[in-house]
């Protein structure tokens, strides 16, 4: 178990009596069990600052979700914050731990949120009781997948009334995507991906039932969804789980160079700035300054063997 699980654990006696007033001490047990476990699985939590640790699980408690991988209500996300350059936990609800939310405050009986591809066929009626009269996925269509037109939610109130909210694809770009410091990271080539790019659907259904919310019906009950809704502000810059950087962290552990050029290469990858083809730059130098397996006494191969005698020109 790493040093920050350790920490993180001690954390988690610091917020036991201010997440027990949430909630039960069987729940905080079983959400602490949670954090250890996705901590555990998750070198990039591992980085996180221990007391941004404590703040997310407790956040759990204030939304009134789970952080059961069994039911994806909602997620710690390791984020590199610019301010404190630190990296830090953040606690986030899913698309459906927001629908959850939503139904938990009586306002509606059910929600449900749709996207819509190039291949569906589709009719929307917003003047009809259904609003959405025909949506045949492309799969029953015989047609291709095709990219994200548009997305739909659809809310039945207690008194079985349809509310519905939709929005085309490049009115989320627009007004929701642009608006993220992950895509704009992304697109300013400071990342080789972001949630945008690898979960598209979750955050274009995320969006919509977003927007949906500030139109239904209010109840007394709204205290934790606005919670989690607030939380899920996108006011920092998502970390990913690089290949990238997890084989420059391997290469330096085994590098030759000094430690003030180790100190500057990890500086670099903590930034959250680092472009790729200077990610690339480093690589290969990195490479390049391996210890020698035959100077170094390691095991060596025959193909180590040639090597160094073609580097000596024998």
Known sequence: MSNIIKEAKEEFSLIKSDFIQLT??????????????LINNSPQLQKCDPISI????????????TLNPTNPFGYLIPSWNNKTKKYECQFRASYQGLAKLITDTGSVNSIECQVVYEGDRIKFDMASKEKVKEHVPYWLNGKEKGKIIAVYSLATLPDGTIHSESAGIQDIYDTVRAKSEAWKTYEAKKMSTCVWIKDEVEMCRKAIIRRHTKYLPKSEKWEKLNKAIELDNDDYMLDIDSPTVSFINSLLRTS??????????EMEITSGELKQNEASEIIEMLKQNQPDPIDSG??????DIQKKLDKQGL
Do not use: P
């Open 298 to 303: 390691n095991n060596y191969s025959q193909t």
């Open 54 to 65: 404590k703040g997310a699980v407790l956040n759990v408690a204030q939304t009134g979700l």
């Open 256 to 265: 030759i160079i000094s430690d003030e050029q180790k100190a500057g290469i």
């Open 24 to 37: 039960d001490e069987k729940t905080f047990m079983r959400e602490c069990s949670f954090a250890v476990q």
